[in-house]
Protein backbone atom coordinates (compact mmCIF):
# COMPACT_ATOMS: atom_id res chain seq x y z
CA UNK A 1 0.00 0.00 0.00
CA UNK A 2 3.09 2.16 0.49
CA UNK A 3 3.59 2.53 -3.33
CA UNK A 4 -0.20 3.52 -3.61
CA UNK A 5 0.13 5.90 -1.22
CA UNK A 6 3.23 7.64 -2.88
CA UNK A 7 0.88 7.73 -6.01
CA UNK A 8 -1.71 10.06 -4.06
CA UNK A 9 0.83 12.41 -2.70
CA UNK A 10 2.11 13.38 -6.29
CA UNK A 11 -0.86 13.43 -8.17
CA UNK A 12 -3.76 14.77 -5.33
CA UNK A 13 -3.31 18.35 -6.44
CA UNK A 14 -3.83 17.27 -10.02
CA UNK A 15 -6.87 18.90 -11.32
CA UNK A 16 -6.48 16.67 -14.74
CA UNK A 17 -6.79 13.08 -12.28
CA UNK A 18 -9.92 12.27 -9.81
CA UNK A 19 -8.80 9.86 -7.34
CA UNK A 20 -10.95 7.58 -5.14
CA UNK A 21 -10.79 5.23 -2.59
CA UNK A 22 -12.52 1.92 -2.22
CA UNK A 23 -14.20 2.30 -5.34
CA UNK A 24 -17.02 0.10 -5.70
CA UNK A 25 -16.07 -1.84 -9.54
CA UNK A 26 -19.50 -2.60 -10.13
CA UNK A 27 -20.03 0.78 -10.86
CA UNK A 28 -18.11 1.10 -13.28
CA UNK A 29 -19.17 -2.33 -15.22
CA UNK A 30 -22.17 -3.45 -17.70
CA UNK A 31 -21.93 -6.62 -15.48
CA UNK A 32 -22.65 -5.00 -12.12
CA UNK A 33 -20.02 -7.20 -10.83
CA UNK A 34 -16.79 -6.82 -8.85
CA UNK A 35 -15.62 -5.61 -5.51
CA UNK A 36 -13.48 -2.19 -4.38
CA UNK A 37 -10.59 -1.04 -5.87
CA UNK A 38 -7.83 -0.06 -3.58
CA UNK A 39 -7.62 3.41 -5.33
CA UNK A 40 -9.84 4.40 -8.94
CA UNK A 41 -8.39 7.30 -11.16
CA UNK A 42 -10.46 8.88 -13.82
CA UNK A 43 -7.65 10.83 -16.31
CA UNK A 44 -8.76 13.61 -18.60
CA UNK A 45 -5.72 13.38 -21.10
CA UNK A 46 -2.81 11.53 -22.18
CA UNK A 47 -0.21 14.27 -20.16
CA UNK A 48 -1.76 12.67 -17.19
CA UNK A 49 -2.58 9.31 -17.89
CA UNK A 50 1.35 9.31 -19.05
CA UNK A 51 2.76 10.80 -15.57
CA UNK A 52 0.49 8.36 -13.61
CA UNK A 53 1.52 5.29 -15.44
CA UNK A 54 5.23 6.44 -15.36
CA UNK A 55 5.01 6.40 -11.69
CA UNK A 56 2.70 2.78 -11.69
CA UNK A 57 5.50 0.91 -14.04
CA UNK A 58 8.42 2.42 -12.05
CA UNK A 59 6.88 1.08 -8.86
CA UNK A 60 5.86 -1.89 -10.28
CA UNK A 61 2.11 -1.35 -8.92
CA UNK A 62 -0.21 -3.34 -9.83
CA UNK A 63 -3.11 -2.11 -11.82
CA UNK A 64 -5.29 -2.22 -14.72
CA UNK A 65 -6.89 0.23 -17.89
CA UNK A 66 -10.50 0.49 -17.27
CA UNK A 67 -12.27 2.05 -20.48
CA UNK A 68 -16.31 0.80 -20.59
CA UNK A 69 -16.02 -1.77 -18.41
CA UNK A 70 -18.18 -3.91 -21.06
CA UNK A 71 -16.08 -7.02 -21.36
CA UNK A 72 -14.96 -7.21 -17.75
CA UNK A 73 -15.38 -9.26 -14.81
CA UNK A 74 -13.91 -8.07 -11.17
CA UNK A 75 -12.94 -10.30 -8.27
CA UNK A 76 -16.02 -10.15 -5.71
CA UNK A 77 -12.69 -9.38 -3.66
CA UNK A 78 -12.26 -6.07 -5.47
CA UNK A 79 -8.47 -5.37 -6.71
CA UNK A 80 -5.82 -4.21 -4.53
CA UNK A 81 -4.04 -1.81 -6.66
CA UNK A 82 -4.99 1.10 -8.83
CA UNK A 83 -7.72 1.05 -11.33
CA UNK A 84 -6.80 3.57 -14.32
CA UNK A 85 -10.48 5.01 -16.05
CA UNK A 86 -9.35 6.24 -19.26
CA UNK A 87 -13.28 7.36 -20.05
CA UNK A 88 -12.81 11.08 -19.54
CA UNK A 89 -10.28 11.12 -22.28
CA UNK A 90 -12.96 11.30 -24.99
CA UNK A 91 -12.58 13.80 -27.27
CA UNK A 92 -13.47 13.29 -31.14
CA UNK A 93 -12.64 15.60 -34.44
CA UNK A 94 -11.83 15.91 -37.37
CA UNK A 95 -8.28 15.94 -39.21
CA UNK A 96 -8.22 19.21 -41.30
CA UNK A 97 -7.43 19.30 -44.72
CA UNK A 98 -7.36 15.96 -44.42
CA UNK A 99 -10.03 15.27 -47.24
CA UNK A 100 -8.14 12.50 -50.18
CA UNK A 101 -10.67 12.81 -52.94
CA UNK A 102 -10.25 9.35 -55.26
CA UNK A 103 -11.74 9.22 -58.93
CA UNK A 104 -14.63 7.76 -58.68
CA UNK A 105 -14.85 7.43 -55.18
CA UNK A 106 -16.47 9.60 -52.12
CA UNK A 107 -13.55 12.00 -50.77
CA UNK A 108 -12.23 10.02 -47.44
CA UNK A 109 -12.38 12.00 -44.09
CA UNK A 110 -9.49 11.31 -40.92
CA UNK A 111 -11.18 11.32 -37.53
CA UNK A 112 -9.29 11.53 -34.65
CA UNK A 113 -10.74 9.12 -31.50
CA UNK A 114 -9.33 9.53 -28.10
CA UNK A 115 -9.38 5.85 -26.37
CA UNK A 116 -11.93 6.92 -23.37
CA UNK A 117 -14.85 8.10 -26.29
CA UNK A 118 -17.96 5.57 -26.35
CA UNK A 119 -18.12 3.50 -29.36
CA UNK A 120 -21.65 4.74 -29.53
CA UNK A 121 -20.46 8.59 -29.53
CA UNK A 122 -18.26 8.36 -32.33
CA UNK A 123 -21.02 6.57 -34.50
CA UNK A 124 -23.14 8.88 -34.12
CA UNK A 125 -20.48 12.27 -34.35
CA UNK A 126 -19.87 10.45 -37.93
CA UNK A 127 -22.87 10.35 -38.63
CA UNK A 128 -24.30 13.35 -38.50
CA UNK A 129 -21.57 14.60 -40.35
CA UNK A 130 -22.25 12.86 -43.39
CA UNK A 131 -19.14 10.22 -42.76
CA UNK A 132 -19.42 6.55 -43.37
CA UNK A 133 -18.22 3.09 -42.21
CA UNK A 134 -18.98 3.19 -38.83
CA UNK A 135 -22.67 2.33 -38.42
CA UNK A 136 -22.25 -1.95 -37.93
CA UNK A 137 -20.54 -0.84 -34.67
CA UNK A 138 -23.36 1.46 -33.25
CA UNK A 139 -25.15 0.51 -30.16
CA UNK A 140 -21.78 -1.49 -28.93
CA UNK A 141 -21.22 -0.83 -25.30
CA UNK A 142 -17.87 0.09 -24.27
CA UNK A 143 -14.95 2.90 -25.60
CA UNK A 144 -13.07 3.02 -28.61
CA UNK A 145 -9.60 2.12 -27.05
CA UNK A 146 -11.72 -1.32 -26.09
CA UNK A 147 -13.00 -1.62 -29.04
CA UNK A 148 -9.61 -1.59 -31.37
CA UNK A 149 -7.70 -3.51 -27.82
CA UNK A 150 -9.81 -6.16 -28.98
CA UNK A 151 -10.40 -5.85 -32.90
CA UNK A 152 -14.29 -5.48 -31.87
CA UNK A 153 -16.15 -7.03 -34.90
CA UNK A 154 -20.08 -6.45 -35.29
CA UNK A 155 -22.23 -7.63 -38.30
CA UNK A 156 -19.30 -8.82 -40.35
CA UNK A 157 -16.80 -5.25 -39.68
CA UNK A 158 -14.38 -5.00 -37.80
CA UNK A 159 -11.93 -2.08 -36.37
CA UNK A 160 -9.29 -3.33 -38.35
CA UNK A 161 -11.42 -2.42 -41.16
CA UNK A 162 -11.47 1.41 -40.31
CA UNK A 163 -8.34 2.14 -38.29
CA UNK A 164 -5.59 4.29 -40.24
CA UNK A 165 -3.44 5.01 -37.25
CA UNK A 166 -3.06 4.14 -33.57
CA UNK A 167 -1.21 6.11 -30.75
CA UNK A 168 -0.40 4.24 -27.42
CA UNK A 169 1.82 4.58 -24.42
CA UNK A 170 4.17 1.96 -23.08
CA UNK A 171 7.10 1.24 -20.86
CA UNK A 172 10.32 1.04 -21.93
CA UNK A 173 12.14 0.00 -19.03
CA UNK A 174 13.19 3.17 -17.98
CA UNK A 175 10.51 5.38 -18.75
CA UNK A 176 6.71 5.79 -20.24
CA UNK A 177 7.22 6.98 -23.77
CA UNK A 178 4.69 7.76 -26.20
CA UNK A 179 4.54 5.44 -29.74
CA UNK A 180 1.99 5.50 -32.91
CA UNK A 181 1.93 3.29 -35.96
CA UNK A 182 0.44 3.18 -39.34
CA UNK A 183 -2.66 0.45 -39.67
CA UNK A 184 -0.72 -2.95 -40.98
CA UNK A 185 -2.95 -5.48 -41.62
CA UNK A 186 -0.58 -8.52 -40.30
CA UNK A 187 -0.39 -7.85 -37.06
CA UNK A 188 -4.35 -7.84 -36.58
CA UNK A 189 -6.58 -11.42 -36.35
CA UNK A 190 -9.90 -12.30 -35.56
CA UNK A 191 -11.03 -10.60 -32.56
CA UNK A 192 -6.90 -9.71 -32.27
CA UNK A 193 -5.28 -6.92 -32.08
CA UNK A 194 -1.50 -5.88 -31.57
CA UNK A 195 -2.42 -4.56 -28.30
CA UNK A 196 -4.37 -7.76 -27.47
CA UNK A 197 -2.57 -9.21 -24.28
CA UNK A 198 0.07 -6.52 -24.36
CA UNK A 199 0.71 -3.37 -21.41
CA UNK A 200 0.45 -1.06 -24.51
CA UNK A 201 -2.20 1.49 -23.87
CA UNK A 202 -4.17 2.84 -26.66
CA UNK A 203 -4.84 6.62 -25.96
CA UNK A 204 -5.91 7.41 -29.80
CA UNK A 205 -6.93 5.94 -32.93
CA UNK A 206 -7.69 7.59 -36.05
CA UNK A 207 -10.07 6.41 -38.56
CA UNK A 208 -9.55 6.63 -42.30
CA UNK A 209 -13.92 6.95 -42.97
CA UNK A 210 -15.72 8.11 -46.39
CA UNK A 211 -17.20 11.13 -46.66
CA UNK A 212 -20.92 10.57 -48.32
CA UNK A 213 -20.25 14.25 -49.75
CA UNK A 214 -19.47 17.47 -48.95
CA UNK A 215 -20.90 19.44 -45.73
CA UNK A 216 -23.53 21.80 -46.87
CA UNK A 217 -26.68 22.97 -45.32
CA UNK A 218 -28.44 21.52 -48.52
CA UNK A 219 -31.53 18.95 -48.47
CA UNK A 220 -28.85 16.29 -50.02
CA UNK A 221 -26.53 16.53 -47.40
CA UNK A 222 -29.16 16.44 -44.89
CA UNK A 223 -30.72 13.33 -46.55
CA UNK A 224 -26.94 11.84 -46.70
CA UNK A 225 -26.81 11.99 -43.10
CA UNK A 226 -30.44 10.95 -42.53
CA UNK A 227 -29.44 7.77 -44.39
CA UNK A 228 -26.92 7.05 -42.08
CA UNK A 229 -28.49 7.43 -39.13
CA UNK A 230 -30.99 5.22 -39.72
CA UNK A 231 -28.59 2.45 -41.10
CA UNK A 232 -27.23 3.03 -37.62
CA UNK A 233 -30.56 2.73 -36.09
CA UNK A 234 -31.15 -0.50 -37.59
CA UNK A 235 -27.96 -2.06 -36.12
CA UNK A 236 -29.35 -1.31 -33.12
CA UNK A 237 -32.44 -2.67 -32.98
CA UNK A 238 -30.69 -5.96 -34.16
CA UNK A 239 -28.74 -5.86 -31.35
CA UNK A 240 -32.21 -5.36 -29.18
CA UNK A 241 -33.49 -8.39 -30.62
CA UNK A 242 -30.88 -10.39 -29.48
CA UNK A 243 -31.50 -9.57 -25.85
CA UNK A 244 -28.51 -7.60 -25.57
CA UNK A 245 -29.59 -5.05 -23.21
CA UNK A 246 -32.34 -6.87 -21.45
CA UNK A 247 -30.14 -7.75 -18.44
CA UNK A 248 -26.48 -7.03 -16.91
CA UNK A 249 -23.89 -8.78 -18.98
CA UNK A 250 -20.83 -8.72 -21.23
CA UNK A 251 -22.14 -9.70 -24.75
CA UNK A 252 -20.42 -12.80 -26.33
CA UNK A 253 -18.50 -14.56 -23.64
CA UNK A 254 -16.67 -16.92 -25.80
CA UNK A 255 -14.95 -16.33 -29.02
CA UNK A 256 -16.49 -18.03 -32.73
CA UNK A 257 -14.33 -20.73 -33.77
CA UNK A 258 -14.64 -21.21 -37.92
CA UNK A 259 -13.06 -24.65 -37.50
CA UNK A 260 -15.91 -25.96 -34.99
CA UNK A 261 -18.65 -25.21 -38.06
CA UNK A 262 -20.88 -23.46 -35.76
CA UNK A 263 -21.00 -20.28 -34.01
CA UNK A 264 -20.32 -20.61 -30.23
CA UNK A 265 -24.07 -20.24 -29.59
CA UNK A 266 -25.41 -22.81 -31.56
CA UNK A 267 -22.73 -25.09 -30.08
CA UNK A 268 -23.68 -24.49 -26.13
CA UNK A 269 -27.30 -24.74 -26.81
CA UNK A 270 -26.63 -28.11 -28.64
CA UNK A 271 -24.78 -28.52 -25.34
CA UNK A 272 -27.95 -28.26 -23.91
CA UNK A 273 -27.31 -25.22 -21.66
CA UNK A 274 -29.43 -22.61 -22.45
CA UNK A 275 -30.46 -21.41 -18.87
CA UNK A 276 -28.60 -22.88 -16.95
CA UNK A 277 -28.08 -21.33 -13.87
CA UNK A 278 -25.27 -20.97 -10.84
CA UNK A 279 -26.34 -18.25 -8.29
CA UNK A 280 -27.41 -15.29 -10.05
CA UNK A 281 -25.80 -15.53 -13.11
CA UNK A 282 -27.75 -17.29 -16.24
CA UNK A 283 -26.61 -18.78 -19.86
CA UNK A 284 -29.32 -16.36 -21.27
CA UNK A 285 -32.61 -18.46 -21.93
CA UNK A 286 -32.68 -16.00 -25.32
CA UNK A 287 -28.97 -16.14 -26.40
CA UNK A 288 -26.35 -18.94 -25.15
CA UNK A 289 -23.89 -16.83 -25.99
CA UNK A 290 -24.03 -14.51 -23.12
CA UNK A 291 -23.90 -15.12 -19.78
CA UNK A 292 -26.58 -12.17 -17.28
CA UNK A 293 -26.67 -11.21 -14.16
CA UNK A 294 -30.25 -11.71 -13.47
CA UNK A 295 -29.66 -10.09 -9.85
CA UNK A 296 -26.78 -10.34 -7.30
CA UNK A 297 -24.59 -12.42 -9.83
CA UNK A 298 -20.98 -13.33 -8.55
CA UNK A 299 -17.89 -12.94 -10.29
CA UNK A 300 -17.62 -16.67 -8.80
CA UNK A 301 -21.22 -17.12 -10.59
CA UNK A 302 -20.18 -16.12 -14.02
CA UNK A 303 -16.89 -18.49 -13.76
CA UNK A 304 -18.65 -20.91 -12.90
CA UNK A 305 -20.87 -20.97 -16.09
CA UNK A 306 -18.22 -20.34 -17.83
CA UNK A 307 -15.95 -23.08 -16.53
CA UNK A 308 -18.80 -25.68 -17.13
CA UNK A 309 -19.62 -24.61 -20.72
CA UNK A 310 -15.53 -25.02 -21.71
CA UNK A 311 -15.69 -28.65 -19.78
CA UNK A 312 -18.83 -30.20 -21.39
CA UNK A 313 -17.78 -28.43 -24.67
CA UNK A 314 -14.41 -30.13 -24.41
CA UNK A 315 -15.68 -33.31 -23.03
CA UNK A 316 -18.81 -34.12 -25.21
CA UNK A 317 -17.43 -32.29 -28.70
CA UNK A 318 -13.67 -31.90 -28.31
CA UNK A 319 -13.62 -28.13 -28.56
CA UNK A 320 -11.75 -25.63 -26.50
CA UNK A 321 -13.66 -22.88 -26.44
CA UNK A 322 -12.01 -19.59 -25.69
CA UNK A 323 -13.58 -16.79 -23.80
CA UNK A 324 -13.53 -13.16 -24.91
CA UNK A 325 -14.45 -11.64 -21.64
CA UNK A 326 -11.51 -10.63 -18.93
CA UNK A 327 -11.34 -11.78 -15.72
CA UNK A 328 -9.71 -9.23 -13.11
Known amino acids: MLNIEQIVQKFKMCDKIKMSFAEKLCLHTSFKIGGEAALFLEVEEVDSLC ?12 YFILGGGTNVVFADEG ?11 NAISIQENCEKKIEGKPSETLVLCEAGAATNSLVNFACARGIAGLEEFAGLPGTVGGAVYMNARCFEKEM ?3 VRKISWIEWDGEKCVRCEKEFSKEDWGYKKSPFSETKKIVTQVEFALPQIQEESASENSAMS ?16 QKGHFEFPCAGSVFKNNH ?11 GLGLKGTQIGGAQIAPFHANIII ?11 GLVELVKREAKSKLGFDLEEEIIFV
Do not use: H
Not at 293 to 303: H, T, Y
Open 259 to 269: AFGEPSGKIIE
Open 225 to 240: NSELEKRAREFVALRK
Open 160 to 162: SDV
Open 79 to 89: FDGIVVSTKKM
Open 293 to 303: NKGGASCADVR
Open 51 to 62: AVMDEIWREKIP
